[in-house]
């Protein structure tokens, strides 16, 4: 049971438009998202996050909106660069179980010049 | 955050045999955890490593198949055993942040032949 989901395997944007990466739920006891960005052969980078009490959160060209109802989040990327082409993927965490992290498939995306 | 390496960052094994990995940590952490990426996959995670407790196992994972060890608060080794081509995979330490982001080693690639 995939309880994180990314339905767009990929996305393509051109460079300075706007990149919008989706991420849905299914727990409703998952109250933290977080979302990292991963280039071949390294680890996961943490990008941002938000907790369940806000529904939007920014820093520098990453936003992330939660829309806690529809059990939906997405990152918005602007202006997008050819640096930010890598796979995304987002997390939830839960009351509860504050340290483990649920993992969803990823997004790959390609800024294309 | 935290600076974490790991060890070795890839590994052609033969079925039968194990695996040792080593994560290290630049700074003293209470939680480090273990993950597996799967070609194509999610990063699903193994399990959680506390200094001076055993290792807690997600669902699926067992102590047999993949022992932990944690020594100190800056060192932890996860070791893949009686390997089959089934685990062959991206195994990944990572360690608790602030809130409830978590950081990531580099990753080890190992290929099971």
């Known amino acids: 049971d995939q309880q994180v989901k990314q339905n767009s395997p990929s996305l393509s944007v051109q460079e300075g438009r706007i990149s919008i990466l989706n991420c849905d739920y299914t727990?409703?006891?998952?109250?933290?998202f977080l979302w990292y960005k991963k280039y071949p052969a390294e680890g996961p980078t943490f990008l941002i996050s938000?907790?369940?009490?806000?529904d939007k959160n920014e820093d520098g060209r990453f936003t992330v909106f939660l829309n806690k109802s529809a059990k939906h989040l997405s990152l918005h990327i602007v202006p997008s660069q050819p640096g930010d082409s890598a796979v995304y993927f987002c997390?939830?965490?839960?009351?509860?179980?504050?340290?483990?992290?649920?993992f969803g498939t990823g997004t790959r995306l390609q800024v294309t010049l | 955050s935290a600076v974490i390496s790991q060890k070795p960052s890839r590994d052609i094994c033969q079925r039968g045999t194990s695996l040792t990995i080593q994560c290290q940590v630049d700074?003293?952490?209470?939680?480090m955890f273990w993950y597996r990426q799967q070609p194509g996959q999610s990063l699903t995670l193994i399990a959680t490593?506390?200094?001076?407790?055993?290792?807690?196992?997600e669902s699926g994972f067992v102590i047999d198949k993949f022992p932990i060890s944690r020594p100190n608060l800056t060192f932890s080794t996860l070791t893949v055993s009686n390997l089959s081509p089934e685990d062959s995979s991206i195994y990944l330490c990572?360690?608790?942040?602030?809130?409830?982001?978590?950081?990531f080693g580099p990753g080890t690639r190992l290929t099971v032949t």
């Open positions: 997390a939830a965490s839960g009351t509860g179980t504050a340290s483990k992290l649920t």
């Open positions: 700074s003293q952490v209470t939680m």
């Open positions: 938000i907790s369940s009490i806000k």
């Open positions: 990572s360690v608790g942040g602030g809130r409830r982001e978590q950081y």
């Open positions: 727990n409703s006891m998952f109250d933290y």
């Open positions: 490593a506390n200094q001076g407790s055993e290792a807690t196992y």
